[in-house]
């Protein structure tokens, strides 16, 4: 039994949709599950015996869930992005050889130790910056072999790290060079979306739908199929074109639709009647200086539920920080830091179906929080880019401790 207590403020969203500040707060776990959220001189009354941590002065937060990354690759395109910083253009960065396909081509040349070992890497820093569960995809394979690969480091990972893993298979994510797309389509189809099923190796399938990648006629006949086989659907769509993606993720039943800055109201309006969660990747729009940022409050007014995530993968967004994914969503988006704190915690928690167990501190759910050296939850906003965590829990655990 463990009982955090004299916490300056204790912050969660709950899952009746409001949003609980408590002063002088505590919080208590019997193994993984917490077993009381209240004030401090309840809790020093209800367990005299417990195992006690005084947070005095600082704050109690929910673990962040980070439901959108591509953390497993091989190589890096750091040179990719300093081009952009000095003025290159697409067409002059894809003749020098970047992009997307040089990602696959140094992942299909990585063995497995070296991704493993590199995985291990990025989710300890995430885990440094108040991560505590992490959605990856697979998706820089594109063929059998390597998309297997990476999602066998994925699977490999949940026994290296306590940070908890969901897995998406994402083989659609674009087409391999040397094979047609009809060809390319049939070896989803037929061989590796079974192949992923019978393994058990992923629990979510992921779909790029946008203009030059997959087409909507595509993207259904791959989320059909995964449907099929049991799969849970996420998309990603509408980043570089409207393409009425939004509306697609609703007609499909997607878990989520991610990306979204170019989503149109009617498909907005579609995904808050069918519930699918809009997971938001502030850094990508940033780091990409995209001149128009996801409609998020329009999307939080239609009844939408906004997630916010990393999206940290080596071409567009090298970010293992949540807090930064904060602070943008506030500063580019409009988001308030309640708005904010619920999507970076519950809502990304229902993006990867794990609402039941994770995103909130109350009775019942997993003991996953975060202790940051802060006097009130408003400094992890003004406090732009410094990170002020000192301690993560997770399942009822300490996992990191800033000394
Ligand atoms: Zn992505």
Redesign the pocket.
């Known amino acids: 039994m463990i009982l955090l207590h004299n916490a300056a403020q204790l912050v969660t969203p709950l899952e009746n949709g409001e949003f609980s500040v408590i002063e002088n707060g505590s919080i208590a776990a019997d193994g993984e599950r917490i077993t009381f959220v209240g004030t401090s001189s309840e809790a020093l009354h209800s367990y005299p015996a417990a195992e006690r941590i005084n947070v005095a002065g600082k704050v109690i937060l929910p673990g962040f869930v980070d439901a959108?990354t591509?953390l497993i690759f091989g190589g890096d395109r750091c040179s990719e992005f300093l081009m952009r910083l000095r003025g290159a253009t697409y067409q002059e960065i894809a003749a020098a050889g970047g992009g997307i396909q040089s990602t696959v081509q140094a992942t299909r040349e990585a063995s497995e130790e070296k991704l493993l070992r590199d995985s291990i890497g990025h989710v300890q820093r995430m885990l440094e910056m108040g991560t505590t569960t992490v959605e990856i995809?697979s998706g820089y394979g594109l063929n059998w072999e390597s998309e297997r690969k990476l999602l066998s480091v994925a699977k490999a990972l949940r026994s290296k790290t306590p940070v908890e893993i969901a897995t998406t298979f994402l083989g659609a994510h674009d087409f391999p060079r040397g094979k047609s797309k009809d060809e390319y389509m049939e070896e989803l189809l037929e061989v590796m979306l079974p192949a992923v099923q019978r393994e058990r190796l992923a629990e979510f399938c992921d779909v790029f739908c946008d203009e030059g990648y997959y087409s909507i006629e595509q993207t259904r006949l791959i989320s059909h199929r995964a449907k099929e086989l049991g799969f849970k659907i996420k998309l990603?769509v509408d980043e570089l074109a409207d393409v009425n993606g939004a509306a697609l993720a609703s007609e499909l039943a997607a878990i989520s639709a991610?990306?979204l800055i170019l989503a149109n109201e009617d498909g907005i309006g579609k995904m808050a009647e069918a519930g699918v969660i809009a997971v938001l990747?502030p850094g990508t729009s940033f780091a990409l200086r995209v001149k128009q940022h996801a409609p998020a409050r329009k999307m939080i007014q239609s009844g939408v539920r906004v997630a916010l995530a990393t999206?940290f993968?080596p071409g567009t967004c090298f970010s293992h920080s949540m807090q930064y994914v904060l602070q943008l969503a506030c500063l580019l988006y409009g988001l308030t830091p309640e708005e904010a704190l619920t999507a970076a915690t519950l809502h990304g928690a229902a993006a990867i179906d794990r609402k039941k167990q994770i995103g909130s501190l109350e009775v019942g759910k997993q003991m996953d929080c975060l202790i940051l050296d802060i006097p009130h939850y408003g400094y992890l906003f003004y406090n732009l880019g410094v990170n002020r965590l000192e301690t993560v829990i997770k399942r009822g655990k300490v996992i990191w401790n800033k000394n």
Do not use: E, G, I, S
């Open positions: 959108h591509h995809k990603h991610d990306h990747l999206d993968n």
